[in-house]
């Protein structure tokens, strides 16, 4: 046995050296190489995604070692050539009783925080702010009702458009920006076929649905890039529709709203921005 705990020493040290690796390598709003967690977390709900992750690991690590070891001594202490003479017993009550109720307890405490967890998900609070976003063949488009029924057309960046810093396959043209620590209500569908609104730092994926509306919420507590990927396959450019949401300060937002109204103030914020602007009135 003392093999077994020294086994045991080994995996969990193993264990802990890669989460701590993972944690360091892990990046807020975007993928990192060798990344093994879930990508940091930006909003309330994706940190309780985490911790039921966190929770369902352990649960799990610990019910597979609990079985492996059952099967160890079995292997150990009861092959032909240790125990000559098997006994004949096939039935005990306790022990079918225990196999019967112990998991049913499991599941009912996993149970718990699950559907828990997918009510706050689906349970939308009231909005501060609402962002359609509309899924295309192959980008995604922005209104916000909210603000002059704004409307911005996102597509993916080409390599060679990409400044020092901007990631890869993620970068768009115009992102879509949010205030930080305001509830924002999305809207998702699409013009085509099935597309679906992911970002994974916000603990959200739902699906476009061409002739549905799907809603989701999210409220980011940080500041920052966060960056997400169309995650139905929806065509030969299903990789290329990444999602970047950019979320600021209320005060840069009320001005980035001011510069998306008067496409002249735009200077700026550089010739990236080509912004369509439908729906809002002319000064
Ligand atoms: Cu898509």
Not at 2 to 12: E, N
Not at 77 to 83: D, G, K, Q, T
Not at 242 to 254: E, M, N, R
Not at 261 to 281: D, I, L, Q, W, Y
Request: glycine share 6%; hydrophobic share 50%; aromatic share 8%.
């Amino acid at each position: 046995m003392k093999v077994f705990s020294r086994l045991a020493a080994i995996a969990v040290t193993a264990a802990a050296l890669l989460s701590g690796v993972s944690a360091a390598l892990a990046a807020m709003g975007q993928p990192s190489p060798w990344q093994l967690g879930l990508q940091d977390s930006a909003t309330p709900i994706m940190s309780d995604i985490v911790w039921f992750h966190d929770v369902l690991l352990w649960i799990i690590a610990g019910i597979s070692a609990f079985v492996l070891a059952l099967l160890l001594i079995i292997i150990l202490r009861f092959n032909a050539r240790a125990n000559p003479t098997p006994t004949r017993t096939t039935h005990n009550t306790v022990l079918e009783v225990l196999w019967t109720i112990v998991p049913v307890i499991i599941l009912a405490c996993i149970a718990v925080p699950s559907f828990r967890l997918l009510f706050v998900q689906l349970d939308v609070p009231k909005p501060d702010l609402t962002v359609k976003a509309t899924g295309s063949q192959w980008y995604w488009t922005y209104n916000y009702p909210d603000n002059g029924n704004l409307n911005i057309t996102s597509a993916m960046t080409a390599d060679k458009d990409l400044k020092p810093g901007e990631p890869r396959l993620l970068t768009v043209d115009n992102d879509m920006v949010v205030p930080v620590n305001k509830v924002v209500h999305v809207i998702v569908t699409g013009t085509d076929v099935i597309h679906s609104f992911t970002v994974p730092s916000f603990g959200i994926r739902i699906d476009a649905i061409p002739g549905r509306i799907n809603e989701t919420w999210f409220k980011a507590t940080t500041v920052g890039m966060f960056y997400g990927q169309c995650s139905e396959l929806c065509g030969k450019d299903h990789s290329f529709m990444p999602i970047a949401v950019k979320v600021v300060s209320d005060a840069d937002f009320a001005a980035w709203l001011a510069a998306q109204a008067h496409p002249s103030a735009e200077k700026e914020s550089g010739p990236r921005t080509t912004v369509v602007a439908a729906g809002v009135p002319s000064h």
